[in-house]
Structure formats: C-alpha cells, structure tokens
C-alpha cells in the first residue's frame, strides 16, 4: 500500500510539474511553426494546398501523415500538426521527469533535484524548439526520450536472482516464483521502441541520425545479458536474455511493416519519377551547389544548359524550366564531385577545422557564432561520465561510451563536409548524443546490482593494490556537475532570448509577406507567378492563386492538384498558351523579371513582355509586382 501511495505522489507532481512548465511556456511566448517546411507539410496534411487533406508529405512518413489527415477530416480547423508536435514535447517531458523519479527514492530532496536538473536541460536544449516548432528537433526529441527510456529501463532484477543455482527448481509449482520477468519492464521496452518509430515516422532522416547510437546501446543491452548469463547460469538471466530478443523482433517487425506502408504508398510511375527527381534536387542544392565560376559556366554549357537557363537554376526556379530533371540535376552534381571539392584532403582538413571552432572555440569558423555552449556541455558530460566509469571500475560502459563520443564527432564532421549543418540539424544531433550518454550514465550508476555480478573479483585478486577514490567522493566529479549546471543555466537564457527574438522577427516577417497575400487574395482570378524567395523565410500559408518558381514540392502529385484547381494543366502548357499572369519578385533579389521573361521567349516562344504594375513597399524590402502585356 505504501509503495503505491508512493507511485501515486510521484505521478501527480510529474503530472502538475508537466502541466505548469507548458502552460508557463505557451501562455509567455506562444507557439508558433518556425519553418515555411513545417507551413507546407501542414497546408499538405490540411488540404489547404492542393485542395484535400494528403498523406503525401514527402519527408513525413506515409502512416503518421494518414493519422494526421484523418484528424484534419474530422476537424478541419484544429491545426493538428502543431497540436501533434506540441504534444510530442508535453509527453516527452512527462515520460523522462516520471522514469527519473521511478529510479529514485522518494523523498523531498530527491524531487527537487531532479525537477531542476530536467527543467534546465529542458529549458537548455529544447524550451527555445517549443516555441519555434521544428519537425526535425521535434523527432529528435522523440528519438532521445526513446533512447533515454530503453537504456533506463531493465527486466526487473529480483533478489539475489544473479546468485548460480546449485540446486535445480521444482518442477510442479503454481506460484509465481523468484525468477519470473517483470512484464511491466518489458512493456516499458516496448514502449521505448514506439518513440523511436515515432521519431522515424516524424523525420526519417532524424531517425537514420538517431540509428547509430540506438544500435550502440542495443548491443550493450544484449552483451549485458549474455554476460550475465555466463556469469550465472541463472534462469531469469535466461529468460530475461529471451525476452529483449524478442522485444528486439517485435521492433523490427513493426519498423519494417511501417517502411513497407510508406513504400508501397509512393507506388506509380509519378511518385516514382518524383522520388528520383527529389533526390538528385536534394543532392545539386543542399549538397553540390550551382557554382558560378568561369570553369562551372563552360561545363554547364557542355551538358546543354545554356547562360539563361543557369541564372534560372540558380536562382531555384525549376519548376519553370521544363529540361530541369533528374539527368540534368546529376550532370550539374557532378562538377562538384568530379572537382573534388567535398572529400580533397583539404576539404576535409578544413572541416576539422570549423568542427573545432564550432564545438570548443565559441567561433563558427565559417562566418557563424558557432553553438560552442552546447559542444562544451556535451564534451563535459561525455567526460564526466568517462570519469565515472573509470573511478566505477566499470569497463563495460566505458567499452561502449567510446563509440558514441567517436560517432558523434564523426556524424558532425560529415554534416559539415557536405555543408549541410543548420541550427535544427545540429541541435538534434547534441541531443540525441547526450541523451544516449546520460542513458549509459544511468545503467553505469543505478544498476551496481548487475555490474556487481559483470564485474566479479576472482579469489586471487589483489586487494594491496591502489584504488581510485569512490565515485561519489570525486571533487572532479562534482567539479564538472556544477560546471555543466553552470553552461546548462546559461544555456537556458541563450536559448529562450533567441528564440523569442526569432519569435518576434518572424512576426515581421510574417506581416510583411501578409501585405502581398492581401493582394493576392484581393485579386482572387489572377495566378501569381512567384520567385521562390519572396516569401522564404514566412510561417503563413500562401494564397492558393500563387505559384511559386522552386520548392521541394514541385513535381509531387499535390503540386500537380494546386495547378489544376487554377485551370493550369502544367506550366509549361501554361506558358506556351501566352495566357496572362503576375509575375512577383523582391526588388533586388532573386530570379529578375527580364531573366524570367528571357527564358519564357527562349524555351517556350512566348510573345509578351512584364511591366511593372504595382510596387508594394515593406519593412522588409519592396515587392515589385509585375502583369503580362502584348508587345
């Protein structure tokens, strides 16, 4: 009865805790979607862009991106993909603050500490992504939760369950006996492994970051097992050794059946087409690059892109350019690989060199300030958990904490070659390695039951021999803990100030795009022809008359749909037909409209000419608004 009194105390000051951290949070500074990504994957799963809620997300998994269009269905004015997200971050909390207060006794100091300690990673790493919401951190921060709660959850280790048998259990017995596995336990591994699914169904790519680590500490979790039952021979070590493989299959089974779902949806020779298509667009803009160089403008002449159709490629404008697909894309790659620019020794000479300024030397190295905060509390926690396991004398943690500090650097360096490394991806890679190493920490510190048994002394040893201090006497120990508190503390300020200063220059942002939606939408018959970074950085849903020049939509079934609702069966039949539109651009930037109607004369014998019509004027440069006319 105590026990459970005591499990009810501490699941309703983790619910009240939960509760009063996200009122607090969103009643301060609101919630808001950070990403114009984020705005279309909503405006896809509502049926705001194309006209009917779809599945087709492209970077959402299928089966999450149906569960989501259901919810749209039955309430169409609920915007459920913040909702969902939002709720990511609530249960994400919940989970860890509840599991951290399970391992402990239950006692006031106790609880202090450890809502502290959450609240300052919280507010640290993630308070700063709940207000400026992001899928990409939000499925890191599923993912960690799901490493954090599998490396923190066991079968249930009963008394003196490690000792060897010597002599051989009855066979008849209808009790439940010593040897029997907490259920419970395992349901908790289970339920592990449904974040982690989670975290793929949200950000695939995410997931394939998260992979490294989470294998790392399966094999940990199986070697632990295995040992155990060489040391023992004990039953329930067997028994619990079968039960992980078995919660191992039904992951990945479940995990397979989901990829097979996803797959299978993008069946058919478009989604086919689009898949290949996207995946050599992502390789030429977010990885190669549309070099401008005297070398680059000859090799784009020879795979047949002439001066006129670079400057539209390199302004992103592929959805006009009707060559522009996967083999042009490939060949424009190309340049960049066959140059040697992403893996020359000096290339990767120079990553190592804004890895370093960018993690220790609080310096980008590259132009940036650099998130060397977050590099200084992930190296320090590493090294205090390094520290431990070596006062610990606990060789087989550290046998495995090796692999993550080496595959963390590893993963950032590689995101740096291929100059791919914004805040959401970098902040979720910090994430995921810190959690991953608290979680060993955890299994190093909580379980000495088990490490006991792993880690034998054999009659012979010698006892003579120096011995290290105790780990909860080492001043250096408790040196880095206030040190990280102190960064952790600091990090907390850093990161809600910026984001409620990204918060409010998106807020300008966002008015300053809605003065050309206004006109967009007061002007419903005419269709906006628009350059792809007049609006980049806004978070609100853009007319249904504009159509923009680039984005990763482009080529997908739901782009397709958004034309057709405009009477448009492709733009380049829209083009040769000479029908009217406007043309929009940001004056001084971006794809200039005598380069856009250039093209237009060039590639699809077009007649007309743009003049300028209206010139609407912002904090934030000009629009130039400008309508077809007869030469």
């Not at 994957?41 to 194309?50: F, M, N, R, T, W």
């Not at 060489?230 to 039904?250: C, D, H, K, P, W």
């Not at 609006?535 to 080529?555: A, F, I």
């Not at 250039?598 to 629009?623: P, Q």
């Amino acid at each position: 009865m105590a026990s459970n009194n005591e499990n009810r105390k501490k699941n309703i000051i983790a619910v009240v805790t939960t509760v009063v951290v996200f009122a607090i949070t969103i009643i301060c500074f609101g919630v808001r979607l950070s990403l114009n990504d984020d705005v279309m994957i909503e405006d896809v799963l509502s049926g705001y862009y194309s006209g009917e809620p779809s599945a087709m997300t492209v970077y959402m998994r299928v089966p999450l991106s149906l569960m989501l269009t259901i919810l749209y269905r039955i309430i169409p004015s609920v915007p459920w993909f913040m909702v969902f997200q939002c709720a990511c971050f609530v249960c994400g909390f919940y989970l860890v603050l509840r599991r951290a207060l399970a391992l402990c006794d239950y006692n006031k100091k106790n609880v202090i500490l450890i809502i502290t300690a959450l609240l300052l990673v919280f507010s640290g790493l993630y308070a700063g992504s709940l207000i400026m919401l992001q899928y990409t951190v939000t499925a890191a921060m599923v993912g960690t939760v799901g490493i954090f709660m599998m490396l923190t959850t066991d079968t249930k280790l009963m008394e003196n369950a490690f000792e060897k048998q010597e002599v051989a259990p009855k066979k008849h017995s209808h009790k439940k006996t010593e040897e029997s596995v907490s259920f419970e336990q395992i349901g908790r591994l289970l339920g592990a492994g449904l974040l982690l699914l989670l975290c793929d169904q949200i950000r695939p790519q995410v997931f394939e970051m998260v992979l490294p680590f989470f294998t790392v500490c399966a094999v940990m979790m199986f070697f632990e097992r295995w040992l155990l039952i060489q040391r023992t021979g004990t039953r329930q070590s067997r028994n619990e050794f079968i039960y992980l493989v078995e919660v191992a299959v039904v992951f990945l089974v479940a995990y397979l059946t989901l990829l097979g779902a996803d797959r299978s949806s993008y069946a058919g020779e478009e989604l086919e087409y689009y898949e290949k298509y996207n995946a050599a667009r992502t390789e030429l803009y977010d990885y190669a690059g549309v070099w401008e160089n005297e070398e680059a403008v000859e090799y784009y002449k020879k795979i047949g892109v002439d001066e006129t159709e670079q400057e539209v490629l390199k302004n992103y404008a592929i959805a006009i350019d009707d060559t522009a697909g996967v083999q042009t894309f490939e060949a424009m790659a190309r340049y960049s690989y066959n140059d040697g620019n992403l893996f020359s020794m000096g290339a990767v000479k120079k990553a190592i060199w804004i890895l370093v300024h960018r993690m220790w030397l609080f310096d980008g190295g590259d132009g940036t300030s650099g998130d060397s905060i977050y590099g200084w509390i992930f190296t320090l926690i590493w090294l205090g958990t390094v520290l431990y396991m070596v006062l610990n004398g606990d060789v087989i943690s550290l046998v495995f904490l090796f692999p993550i500090g080496a595959g963390f650097v590893s993963m950032y360096l590689w995101l740096i070659l291929h100059g791919r490394y914004p805040e959401r991806v970098v902040i979720s890679l910090y994430l995921i390695g810190a959690a991953t190493v608290l979680g060993i920490l955890y299994r190093s510190r909580f379980r000495a039951d088990m490490y006991k048994v792993l880690n034998v002394k054999t009659v012979g040893d010698d006892t003579g021999k120096f011995k290290l201090p105790a780990p909860d006497k080492s001043i250096a120990l408790k040196t880095l803990i206030i040190i990280v508190a102190a960064m952790l503390s600091a990090a907390s300020v850093i990161s809600v100030k910026k984001a409620y200063e990204e918060k409010n220059k998106l807020d300008a942002i966002n008015n300053d795009c809605k003065v050309l939606y206004e006109y967009m939408n007061a002007n419903p018959l005419d269709v906006f022809i628009t350059d792809v970074y007049c609006c980049v950085d806004s978070s609100v849903s853009p007319p249904t008359n504009l159509v923009s020049t680039g984005g990763w939509m482009t080529r997908t079934p739901n782009n397709r749909m958004r034309l057709e609702n405009l009477g448009i069966m492709s733009l380049e039949h829209f083009f040769s037909s000479g029908k009217d539109f406007c043309y929009v651009c940001r004056e001084g930037k971006g794809l200039p409209p005598e380069i856009f109607s250039d093209y237009l004369c060039a590639h699809y014998g077009w007649s007309k000419e743009l003049v300028l019509d209206e010139c609407l004027s912002t904090d934030y440069g000009n629009f130039m608004i400008y309508r077809t006319a007869d030469k």
